[in-house]
């Protein structure tokens, strides 16, 4: 399995509270991205990252930002939930030869 | 606007036979396709991908096929097995790479003894 960690793997929030998703990985690659998973849409990019502090948007950006100081985080933060944001989120990781792999998954609810 | 559409949620197949789970997009700049299988809180994994410029790639018991005339591809396991049994997610790039992928909505395989 590729080395990816997301933490934390469960979180309940309240609306409007700042929440910080963080992805780890050990394998050295280039692009790292952030997705979402809900019932009816599959899986939606949110955020992706192509280098260290080079990021860009996805198809579902709004309300998160994103930051990658080092090759090996991808922070996603939701600066103010609201219960739109309740799901399940995977970060993925890949490099230009290879498929893109992904981390197990945090479960978000927003009450 | 679903740019890769998954019709069937659902489909049953019994052990042994073959599973075929289809998949159609809408963007023509889509040039490289990936199955991923998805079990109950776990990430996706991927299966086997396919670029533009082949109509078939074959690994093991998994065939993926394209017609870009039709913008349709779909997967075949054969033959499938009980541990088959998962939601199978067809992806998309434009970058010729596993990246930016745009995703199906999911077809959930049960496999039948």
């Known amino acids: 399995d590729a080395g990816i960690t997301q933490s934390p793997r469960h979180k309940v929030t309240e609306t409007g509270t700042p929440v910080t998703l963080r992805c780890h990985q050990t394998?050295?690659?280039?692009?790292m991205y952030w997705y979402r998973q809900d019932p009816g849409h599959g899986l939606r990019l949110i955020h992706y990252s192509y280098g260290v502090k080079d990021t860009d948007k996805g198809e579902v950006s709004d309300g998160y930002s994103v930051s990658r100081s080092k090759t090996e985080d991808f922070l996603l933060t939701l600066e103010s939930a609201t219960s739109s944001q309740t799901s399940v989120y995977f970060c993925?990781?890949?490099?230009?030869?290879?498929?893109?792999?992904f981390g197990q998954g945090t479960r978000l609810t927003v009450v | 606007d679903q740019q890769v559409k998954q019709n069937s949620p659902s489909l049953s197949v019994q052990e042994g036979r073959i599973s075929i789970l289809n998949c159609d997009y809408t963007?023509?700049?889509?040039?490289?396709f990936l199955w991923y299988k998805k079990y109950p809180a776990e990430g996706p994994t991927f299966l086997i991908s396919?670029?533009?410029?082949?109509d078939k790639n074959e690994d093991g018991r998994f065939t993926v096929f394209l017609n870009k005339s039709a913008k349709h591809l779909s997967l075949h396991i054969v033959p499938s097995q009980p541990g088959d049994s998962a939601v199978y997610f067809c992806a998309a790039s434009d970058t010729g790479t596993a990246s930016k992928l745009t995703f199906g909505t999911g077809t959930r395989l049960q496999v039948t003894l």
């Open positions: 963007n023509s700049m889509f040039d490289y």
């Open positions: 394998e050295n690659h280039r692009y």
């Open positions: 993925a990781i890949s490099d230009s030869n290879t498929e893109a792999f």
């Open positions: 396919i670029s533009s410029i082949k």
